[in-house]
């Protein structure tokens, strides 16, 4: 069974670094390409951020350069750095593994003064 756990969502003020984690199982994370999407309320989801299982990766325009998506192969694990955060960064943040149309539950990631 294909499981997305995402963590590492809070409160920060602009400016400011959060580190997004999710753990994954039931498939092989290696060879897999994941993704980071973010949706705000009433609004798609959008992608943020894809890495390949050859760690090649894409980014939105709107968070490149400050946002880095990365994977740990041994920890089964993807991670999104985000830093310089903005107030438009405000959104409820998931991991998903297109190859089996799977999303984790989300984590709250807040940007305010």
């Known amino acids: 069974q294909v499981q997305l756990v995402e963590s590492g969502g809070g409160l920060v003020q602009p400016g400011g670094s959060l580190r997004l984690s999710c753990a994954a199982s039931g498939f092989n994370f290696r060879l897999s390409s994941m993704s980071w999407h973010r949706q705000y309320p009433g609004k798609e989801r959008e992608l943020v951020a894809g890495?390949?299982?050859?760690?090649?990766?894409i980014y939105a325009d709107s968070v490149k350069d400050r946002f880095t998506i990365s994977r740990d192969d041994s920890k089964n694990t993807m991670y999104l750095q985000m830093n310089d955060l903005k107030l438009e960064d405000t959104a409820v943040y998931y991991c998903y593994a297109p190859r089996f149309t799977s999303w984790g539950q989300g984590t709250q990631v807040t940007v305010s003064s």
């Open positions: 890495s390949n299982s050859n760690s090649q990766t």
